[in-house]
């Protein structure tokens, strides 16, 4: 009896942890999902670039740095916003400021998170790394206008699917009964 209670014991502490363990785990949907299959296959890539030598160890050290930084902001965000979105992000070091299209680069000295820049990238993080990395992000201009755009062009009142859909009716050919045929007259020699 005293074994069976033990072994009960320790079954239910055995699935409690299993079960604590389950729910940790963290879930993205599908869309962030799919944008960290896309890191980790260009991680791989990078790694066999590295093996076959068409880059050079720094270009592999930098290209990993910066995967591994948008792996993480990517998933900082889904897992503090909840939200299955992956936003245009870039991972830039000062050298590459140009890559973005903006009018003027910024000073590096003056940056500051949350800065918008030409009204199209906003700067999310700036990251301690050698060399430091400076992220990116694409700002969504006008996305409340969109949205009431799209309010305004809903019909006030319900559709009929019967007076918006056309017919167009194809008439058959008048049907021909075939013409009277003889039959052919075979020659002999065939």
């Not at 072994?7 to 299993?18: N, R």
């Not at 140009?98 to 949350?114: A, H, I, R, T």
């Amino acid at each position: 009896m005293q074994k069976q209670f033990w072994l009960l014991v320790i079954l239910v502490i055995g699935c409690s942890f299993f079960i604590h363990a389950q729910t940790k785990k963290s879930y993205f949907g599908p869309v962030v999902s799919a944008y960290l299959t896309s890191l980790r296959e260009e991680l791989n890539e990078l790694d066999f670039q590295l093996q076959q030598r068409e880059i050079t160890r720094e270009e592999y050290v930098l290209g990993k740095a910066r995967l591994t930084l948008l792996r993480r902001v990517v998933q900082e965000r889904a897992q503090k916003t909840h939200v299955d979105f992956v936003p245009e992000l870039q991972a830039l070091t000062l050298a590459e400021f140009g890559m973005v299209g903006l009018s003027q680069p910024p000073e590096p000295d003056k940056l500051q998170v949350g800065q918008v820049f030409d009204e199209s990238w906003q700067l999310v993080s700036i990251e301690a790394t050698k060399p430091p990395f400076y992220v990116f992000e694409k700002v969504q201009l006008g996305q409340n206008a969109t949205s009431e755009r799209m309010i305004e062009r809903q019909p006030a009142k319900p559709v009929d699917p019967q007076a918006v859909i056309e017919t167009i009716i194809v008439p058959d050919p008048p049907y021909l009964p075939p013409a009277a045929s003889r039959p052919r007259k075979v020659n002999g020699n065939e």
